[in-house]
Nanobody, 123 residues
Framework: QVQLVESGGGLVQAGGSLRLSCAAS????????MAWFRQAPGKEREFVAAISRSSGSTYYADSVKGRFTISRDNAKNTVFLQMDSLKPEDTAVYYC????????????????WGQGTQVTVSS
């Protein structure tokens, strides 16, 4: 299995940017498809973005398409989420997730999860 640790969350004004990082340790990082999910208070966890093992394919939720960019550095065992043009509705705890094989947008397909990092966007 792989262990995941997120960082980079914080408080930002609407229109601002943040870059989340997720550092992985354990098994071979390049064997894992990676994704970001988020969960706002009182809401279900929702898919944000996913990236294939080789970075050849990326997927985004409609709500973040054009504003967020997922990327990975397999040499550094890290996946990133660049978040631009942030909106108050982006406020949530953001989770990094991993699964061996191909990417999915469903949370129940992912076997490894980080502890989450809080992102708060003020209006």
């Amino acid at each position: 299995q792989v262990q995941l640790v997120e960082s980079g969350g914080g408080l930002v004004q609407a229109g601002g940017s943040l870059r989340l990082s997720c550092a992985a340790s354990g098994r071979t990082f390049s064997n894992y498809a990676m994704a970001w999910f988020r969960q706002a208070p009182g809401k279900e966890r929702e898919f944000v973005a996913a990236i294939s093992r080789s970075s050849g394919s990326t997927y985004y939720a409609d709500s973040v398409k054009g504003r967020f960019t997922i990327s990975r550095d397999n040499a550094k065992n890290t996946v990133f989420l660049q978040m631009d043009s942030l909106k108050p509705e982006d406020t949530a705890v953001y989770y990094c997730a991993a699964r061996e094989g191909i990417s999915y947008s469903h949370a129940n397909k992912y076997t490894e999860w980080g502890q989450g990092t809080q992102v708060t966007v003020s209006s």
